[in-house]
């Protein structure tokens, strides 16, 4: 069949457009969808990013190959690109290239943290991490990110607002975590060794920021800080910067080597949980230096001392997670079923004595926040509260935090005896000279039956509670007491002088009348008492010679002196006795109260338990009513009040001349 000329003409035509020219087509996106093909990369998304792949076609390579076999590309892209394209592509590919390749090396110091019990170490572990390949790609990665970020022909500051920097320091921060991994296998069962041979590097390792007792013992595990996530925390609170952040997990203190029972029976208590951050450094002035350069530093810091470093000449933010040590503390610790178990657990030979935890390495130079929980509770009573004290930024630079557990079936003196003698060890042990701005003016915060105890360790006692404790008994009876030893470190007391403000929430001062009500009364008749409490106990009553009528005068039940709970009734000799008693004057303090129902008027509301009339204090710098139950130290709205007098606190402090 012939065809006019008009069809051949057509036809040519056609087959010159198709050989020819590449025809571009437009088709309009969801921008959610180019933001998200954006942010893809070899950390996130597992294959290169847009402008890593962009960079590799244009020198004409394969980016698969390339992503294969990293090195053969990397030595041609120097001289087919431009040197930020070069360097950042680089370690991209050396990333995808760490991601492929097994964990065998760091997957226990990865996960072993984890475990509750950790696994022993094995000594075989050590010789494989110099020459795993994982490692030796990771180095590689931080070595052209490092490259990239402080040796190229840009600053990092004339990039400041480029997706690629942010993108190559994720690189950097990620590399540096796997690198940090190898060398605490590398270093296992050497305390502090330093070099360590790790993927093919000669590793140096500096400490910044520790006291050289926080870090005498061989942690059991590290952990990466931004891959843990935590339950019940409102908030993780962190600091984008250069480095990668970490937990190094240490043994109990009783399983230290060479501490034994008697490390064990100390109240104070370090915590076992360390916030590190780390970066890698690489020796030389020169592009060529870095990437010759066959050893490095690995520099760990006290994110909680040191915010920043000098590198390359500028200062660099370092990269911090304030919030991963404490979660993984409370997931560990198990603390509220000890409380509970000390509470109704019979047969206890004696009681524990109180705990200080310290939230976070001491500093001298910080203030202290010191937190007392209240009934039946434990230091998890403040999760999202310590939390948010330790991630603001302001309060971290300025305050440390502190927490005491204590047993709460013990009677309100008991503990406050306790307690104070715990403090002061604790005081004595960090700064013996009693003069660190650690010791003075620190901030006493309790809540329920410890904001009770918390007023009674700032109150001047004199006589009152002694006298009142004893009018029940005749003269003679009342008069051998009163000279008694145990009688008096009860109950007379002076106010702790390292501290200069209270907050209370939800405490009963004057008593919890549902304490009264008939289920607390069944659950104050379950309490058990320790038997050296109960053996101290008859042996005061007969020394004493004081006989059962006295004992059940003042709230004795055959033979078992009172517990805190009983203590807690409107109607206890411990109200009685400790009514009227007043802070040390001149010591500014505020309450927090619960306001369960707010359609009733405040002076007559309650939390549920404690009424507002036993929460209200005459004199205190504010009140706050929040809408709430009595686990009102939890609520936003009581966390945003103690911030708010924290800086108050601050300011006041600066006002009298405290740094």
């Given at each position: 069949m012939s065809r006019s000329p008009a069809a051949w003409l057509a036809l040519g035509l056609a087959v010159l457009l198709g050989s020819g020219c590449a025809v571009v087509k437009v088709k309009e996106r969801a921008f959610g969808d180019v933001a998200v093909e954006r942010n893809v990369d070899a950390l996130s998304g597992g294959r290169l990013s847009a402008s890593a792949a962009s960079v590799l076609g244009s020198a004409g390579l394969d980016a698969e190959t390339c992503a294969r076999e990293p090195e053969p590309c990397i030595g041609q892209l120097r001289t087919l690109a431009a040197v930020e394209d070069w360097l950042a592509a680089s370690a991209e590919l050396q990333l995808l290239r760490m991601n492929a390749l097994p964990a065998s090396v760091t997957q226990a110091a990865e996960s072993a943290g984890l475990a509750r019990k950790p696994a022993a170490p094995t000594a075989a572990a050590a010789p494989d991490v110099a020459a795993d390949p994982r490692t030796r790609a990771a180095i590689e990665a931080a070595r052209y990110a490092y490259a990239y970020l402080f040796l190229s022909p840009r600053t990092p500051e004339q990039r400041v607002f480029e997706a690629r920097q942010e993108r190559v320091l994720r690189f950097y921060n990620r590399a540096v975590d796997v690198v940090a991994q190898a060398a605490f296998e590398a270093s296992r069962g050497r305390v502090g060794a330093s070099p360590v041979q790790v993927g093919g590097l000669e590793l140096s390792v500096a400490l910044h920021g520790y006291e050289s007792s926080e870090i005498e013992q061989q942690p059991e595990a590290l952990l990466a800080s931004d891959t843990l996530g935590f339950d019940n925390l409102r908030a993780v609170y962190?600091?984008?910067?250069?480095?990668?952040?970490?937990?190094?997990?240490?043994?109990?203190?009783?399983?230290?080597?060479?501490?034994?029972?008697?490390?064990?029976?100390?109240?104070?208590?370090?915590?076992?949980?360390?916030?590190v951050t780390a970066t890698l450094r690489f020796d030389g002035d020169s592009l060529d230096a870095v990437l010759a350069d066959r050893s490095a530093r690995m520099d760990v810091y006290n994110p909680f001392r040191i915010e920043s470093e000098t590198i390359a000449g500028r200062s660099v933010p370092l990269a911090a997670n304030y919030s991963a040590a404490y979660g993984i503390w409370l997931a560990r610790s198990e603390l509220a079923r000890l409380s509970l178990s000390s509470l109704l657990r019979p047969k206890q030979a004696r009681a524990f004595s109180p705990r200080v935890y310290l939230n976070q390495p001491y500093d001298p130079d910080k203030r202290v926040i010191v937190l007392v929980h209240g009934l039946a509770s434990s230091p998890e009573a403040w999760v999202n509260l310590a939390n948010e004290v330790l991630g603001d930024e302001t309060l971290?630079?300025?305050?440390?935090?502190?927490?005491?557990?204590?047993?709460?079936?013990?009677?309100?003196?008991?503990?406050?005896?306790?307690?104070?003698?715990?403090?002061?060890?604790?005081?004595?042990?960090?700064?013996?000279?009693?003069?660190?701005?650690?010791?003075?003016?620190?901030?006493?915060?309790?809540?329920?039956?410890?904001?009770?105890?918390?007023?009674?360790?700032?109150?001047?006692?004199?006589?009152?509670?002694?006298?009142?404790?004893?009018?029940?008994?005749?003269?003679?009876?009342?008069?051998?007491?009163?000279?008694?030893?145990?009688?008096?470190?009860?109950?007379?007391?002076?106010?702790?002088?390292?501290?200069?403000?209270?907050?209370?929430?939800?405490?009963?001062?004057?008593?919890?009348?549902?304490?009264?009500?008939?289920?607390?009364?069944?659950?104050?008749?379950?309490?058990?008492?320790?038997?050296?409490?109960?053996?101290?106990?008859?042996?005061?009553?007969?020394?004493?010679?004081?006989?059962?009528?006295?004992?059940?005068?003042?709230?004795?039940?055959?033979?078992?002196?009172?517990?805190?709970?009983?203590?807690?009734?409107?109607?206890?000799?411990?109200?009685?006795?400790?009514?009227?008693?007043?802070?040390?004057?001149?010591?500014?303090?505020?309450?927090?109260?619960?306001?369960?129902?707010?359609?009733?008027p405040l002076a007559q509301s309650s939390d549920g338990v404690v009424p507002y009339a036993s929460a209200h204090l005459d004199g205190a710098q504010s009140e706050k009513a929040i809408v709430s139950g009595h686990s009102v130290q939890e609520t936003p709205q009581a966390i945003l009040e103690l911030r708010r007098i924290l800086r108050i606190d601050l300011a006041e402090y600066r006002r009298r001349g405290g740094r």
């Open positions: 962190r600091r984008d910067g250069f480095g990668t952040s970490l937990v190094a997990v240490f043994p109990r203190r009783s399983a230290a080597a060479g501490q034994g029972p008697a490390a064990a029976s100390l109240p104070y208590r370090d915590t076992r949980y360390l916030p971290r630079r300025h305050y440390q935090l502190w927490q005491v557990f204590y047993p709460t079936n013990l009677s309100i003196l008991g503990n406050r005896a306790a307690i104070e003698s715990a403090l002061q060890r604790t005081f004595a042990h960090y700064d013996p000279q009693g003069d660190d701005v650690a010791s003075r003016d620190g901030v006493l915060v309790g809540h329920s039956m410890g904001g009770v105890i918390s007023r009674l360790l700032l109150s001047d006692s004199g006589d009152q509670v002694r006298e009142a404790s004893l009018s029940n008994f005749d003269a003679a009876t009342a008069q051998r007491l009163r000279e008694d030893p145990l009688v008096r470190e009860l109950t007379v007391f002076r106010p702790m002088p390292q501290f200069g403000r209270a907050v209370f929430l939800a405490s009963p001062h004057r008593g919890a009348v549902v304490t009264d009500g008939w289920p607390l009364r069944m659950v104050r008749k379950l309490i058990r008492l320790p038997f050296d409490v109960l053996r101290d106990t008859a042996e005061l009553i007969q020394r004493s010679q004081v006989d059962q009528d006295q004992l059940q005068k003042i709230g004795f039940r055959k033979g078992r002196p009172p517990t805190g709970p009983d203590d807690l009734s409107p109607h206890s000799l411990f109200m009685r006795s400790t009514a009227g008693l007043s802070l040390e004057p001149g010591l500014p303090f505020h309450t927090v109260v619960g306001w369960r129902d707010p359609t009733v």
